[in-house]
Structure formats: C-alpha cells, structure tokens
Nanobody
C-alpha cells in the first residue's frame, strides 16, 4: 500500500534548524513531483516547497526562501526539507505530498519553534 511517512519534527528554539524527511513506499517515487506543505493552528494548509521528479526544479513560498531547502534521493525514495533560521511563525504540522496522476499525503510531523 502507498505510504508517506514524515519524520524529523520537534521543538526547536528560534534561529535553530531541523531536517524533515518523508519516506515513500508503495508507488514509483521517482516519477512523482514531491511537495512539503504546512498547516498552523487556525490556518489553511499552505505550500512550503516543491521539487520535480528528477530534482532539477524547485519552488519555494516567499516566506521560506533563503531559509528552507527541499531535496530528494530517488534511490532512497525520500524527500527532505532542510529548515534553517527557524522562526515562531514556522510552527505548524508539516506534510509531504506526492503528485502525478494520483495524489498522496503523509500524516504530518509537528514542528514547534519556541524559546
């Protein structure tokens, strides 16, 4: 069955870093575009970053440009989100999404930025 499992979330102080991972299984990961979304309490889910199937094209929300980096390892069927210079406004549940003909979502991982 299809699975997307996020990991790497947690509590971090402002200015700190986290690296999220999303391990995929049950589908041909290498032909799917991958995205990271986030949803803060009381807010709509928003796109954070996405990456093409081959990894050559990336796109970022303005709020994270220069701080976050999305990458993927097709041999490991995993997509990553390196998050640096974290701010309290980055606090949210982070989800990965796979998109091609079908769309698959992970269950999310909590990121809390607080002193």
């Amino acid at each position: 069955q299809v699975q997307l499992v996020e990991s790497g979330g947690g509590l971090v102080q402002p200015g700190g870093s986290l690296r999220l991972s999303c391990a995929a299984s049950g589908f041909t990961f290498s032909i799917y575009a991958m995205s990271w979304y986030r949803q803060a309490p009381g807010k709509q889910r928003e796109l954070v970053a996405d990456i093409s199937s081959g990894g050559s094209i990336t796109n970022y929300a303005d709020s994270v440009k220069g701080r976050f980096t999305i990458s993927r390892d097709n041999a490991k069927s995993t997509v990553y989100l390196q998050m640096n210079s974290l701010k309290p406004d980055d606090t949210a549940v982070y989800y990965c999404k796979a998109t091609r003909i079908y769309t698959y979502w992970g269950a999310g991982t909590q990121v809390t930025v607080s002193s």
